[in-house]
């Protein structure tokens, strides 16, 4: 006769590990990574190279040296947070900055906490923060796209962003109509053939990434909704009460970061809400507070704030839990 073996939980295995979910992540992100190439050149090649370099081998030298443990670095974990704390910088950035960036994502936001899985906040946003707060002029230095390799690696022609120039000529009392004349078009925006960060170029082909991990059920459609679906409610009512100082939802949704957050960093399994409804509410509070940011901080860009104060609220979003099935409820 067979034993009968019951082991404690999970007892249903999925198809998908942590190391097949994050290549799955990187593989996403490469047609962005591509156009950022493509308008950005060497830089943006510099960039991303010292990124994820400098992420892997601090990692590596936290988990065996202070962790005392063996290092995975093939978990691809730290390529992830390499790569997106390239794509929230410029390509100008020097190398020395993008490691120290890389530092205080991977020492202080990741392995202080005891490493993958169990860090609070997203730890390309804390490096991308720490370093706009104290490089303040190198982080707003933005290199104007080059098409076809042709951009500089050094001493790029800079200029403001899209919303960098909104921003400052409502602060001089010009109307949106004006401004809207002085930043690209939407095609433009789409594509990416506009000044900003890595990763705020081309919201085409980000989309498409994101898209590719609903695709493979890497991620669930409730953060990626909540979050479009507040940028495009909030901006536009207060577009409809005043058009002539507000800006149309579309262009808040094509500019900045806000592609990246919705489907790369509002999304991280570790630092977002568990369930259905804390992922609404979850998604919802970033999409709101960007806007508030966007349209009344002192910042033109809102999305790396937003998402790290809602990063803060995980743990009390994840006290929604469902009932255990068969449990009685509270009369």
Same mark, same amino acid.
């Given at each position: 006769?067979?034993?009968?073996?019951?082991?404690?939980? %999970?007892?249903?295995?999925?198809?998908?590990?942590?190391?097949?979910?994050?290549?799955?992540?990187?593989?996403?992100?490469?047609?962005?990574?591509?156009?950022?190439?493509?308008?950005?050149?060497?830089?943006?090649?510099?960039?991303?190279? /010292?990124?994820?370099?400098?992420?892997?081998?601090?990692?590596?030298?936290? /988990?065996?040296?202070?962790?005392?443990?063996?290092?995975?670095?093939?978990?691809?974990?730290?390529?992830? /947070?390499?790569?997106?704390?390239?794509?929230?910088?410029?390509?100008?950035? +020097?190398?020395?900055? =993008?490691?120290? &960036?890389?530092?205080?994502?991977?020492? $202080?936001?990741?392995?202080?906490?005891?490493?993958?899985?169990?860090? %609070?906040?997203?730890?390309?946003?804390?490096?991308?923060?720490?370093?706009?707060?104290?490089?303040?002029?190198?982080?707003?230095?933005?290199?104007?796209?080059?098409?076809?390799?042709?951009?500089?690696?050094?001493?790029?022609?800079?200029? %403001?962003?899209?919303?960098? =120039?909104?921003?400052?000529?409502?602060?001089?009392?010009?109307?949106?109509?004006?401004?809207?004349?002085?930043?690209?078009?939407?095609?433009?925006?789409?594509?990416?053939?506009?000044?900003?960060?890595?990763?705020?170029?081309?919201?085409?082909?980000?989309? !498409?990434?994101? =898209?590719?991990?609903?695709?493979?059920?890497? $991620?669930?459609?409730?953060? +990626?909704?909540?979050?479009?679906?507040?940028?495009?409610?909030?901006?536009?009512? !207060?577009?409809?009460?005043? %058009?002539?100082?507000?800006?149309?939802?579309?262009?808040?949704?094509? /500019? &900045?970061?806000?592609?990246?957050?919705?489907?790369?960093?509002?999304?991280?399994?570790?630092?977002?809400?568990?369930?259905?409804?804390?992922?609404?509410?979850?998604?919802?509070?970033?999409? $709101?507070?960007?806007?508030?940011?966007?349209?009344?901080?002192?910042?033109?860009?809102?999305?790396?704030?937003?998402?790290?104060?809602?990063?803060?609220?995980?743990?009390?979003?994840?006290?929604?839990?469902?009932?255990?099935?068969?449990?009685?409820?509270?009369?």
């Amino acid at each position: 006769m067979s034993l009968l073996t019951v082991s404690g939980s %999970p007892h249903i295995h999925g198809e998908l590990s942590v190391k097949k979910i994050m290549w799955l992540v990187v593989y996403a992100m490469l047609p962005a990574l591509a156009v950022s190439f493509y308008y950005f050149g060497l830089g943006a090649v510099k960039v991303v190279v /010292t990124a994820v370099a400098a992420c892997l081998f601090f990692e590596w030298l936290i /988990t065996k040296y202070l962790l005392k443990e063996e290092p995975d670095l093939g978990d691809g974990s730290a390529v992830i /947070t390499g790569i997106l704390l390239a794509f929230n910088v410029p390509s100008n950035l +020097p190398v020395w900055i =993008i490691v120290a &960036g890389s530092l205080v994502a991977i020492g $202080i936001a990741k392995m202080s906490f005891g490493g993958l899985g169990k860090n %609070p906040f997203n730890p390309a946003l804390v490096g991308r923060v720490f370093l706009l707060i104290s490089f303040p002029v190198q982080m707003t230095s933005w290199p104007k796209p080059v098409p076809m390799f042709k951009a500089p690696l050094l001493d790029a022609v800079t200029g %403001p962003t899209p919303l960098g =120039i909104v921003k400052e000529g409502l602060r001089n009392g010009e109307s949106v109509e004006k401004l809207m004349s002085q930043v690209p078009d939407y095609v433009s925006l789409l594509l990416g053939n506009s000044g900003g960060s890595l990763g705020e170029v081309s919201a085409l082909f980000l989309l !498409l990434g994101g =898209i590719f991990l609903l695709y493979k059920k890497v $991620i669930t459609w409730h953060i +990626p909704l909540s979050f479009m679906g507040s940028v495009l409610i909030f901006s536009g009512i !207060l577009w409809l009460a005043n %058009p002539a100082h507000f800006v149309n939802p579309l262009f808040h949704l094509l /500019t &900045g970061g806000m592609m990246l957050g919705i489907f790369f960093m509002a999304t991280d399994m570790v630092t977002s809400p568990m369930t259905p409804a804390g992922q609404l509410i979850f998604g919802a509070g970033v999409g $709101i507070l960007t806007i508030l940011i966007r349209v009344w901080g002192a910042y033109p860009e809102g999305v790396s704030f937003a998402i790290l104060i809602m990063n803060a609220f995980v743990p009390l979003l994840n006290k929604l839990k469902p009932k255990r099935f068969g449990e009685k409820l509270k009369v």
